[in-house]
């Protein structure tokens, strides 16, 4: 795997990257497969090989609502199994035939306390990550109150 092709792996050389596709594996996957689910404890982080994943997550008890559709190599999700209180944020299933690149949660710990380097860059970029999303969220939610604000003046 290409560190360039996922967010992830940024700034990583090429000997760190042996170390991290060491200790992951490729699995298929098939349209309808259940990966994860919201509030599960998070055992992996999962990289798109090929095919689409869609996140999703629970509104009320029957009703999922779609977050995105993940499906440009290099995707990455499951990525809250690297943080506090390793329980996955989202429901995950495949929607096209395709394969992940799949990393145990527990190996990746290991491999990044022993090689701080890389558990350093996997964060910083986990973090930098996590703020963009954040702030694409800021945008969404300011532009539905306008949306909210306009209608109730109307």
Known sequence: MDSSSTYLFR????SQMRKVTAIGKE????KGQQIFKEG?????????K???VELMTFVEKD???PISILRDPGDVFGSSALVPPYQ???SAHCVEDGSLFCMETAALRK????????????????????LARLKETR???KIHFKTLLSSTRS
């Open 11 to 14: 700034g990583l050389g090429e």
């Open 27 to 30: 699995v298929s996957m098939r």
């Open 40 to 48: 599960q404890e998070a055992n992996g982080v999962y990289i798109v």
């Open 50 to 52: 090929k095919g689409a």
């Open 63 to 65: 009703f999922e609502l």
């Open 88 to 90: 996955y944020s989202l």
């Open 111 to 130: 491999l990044a306390s022993e090689d701080r380097d890389i558990g350093y860059r996997i964060m910083t970029n986990l973090a930098a990550h996590f």
């Open 139 to 141: 945008q969404e939610v």
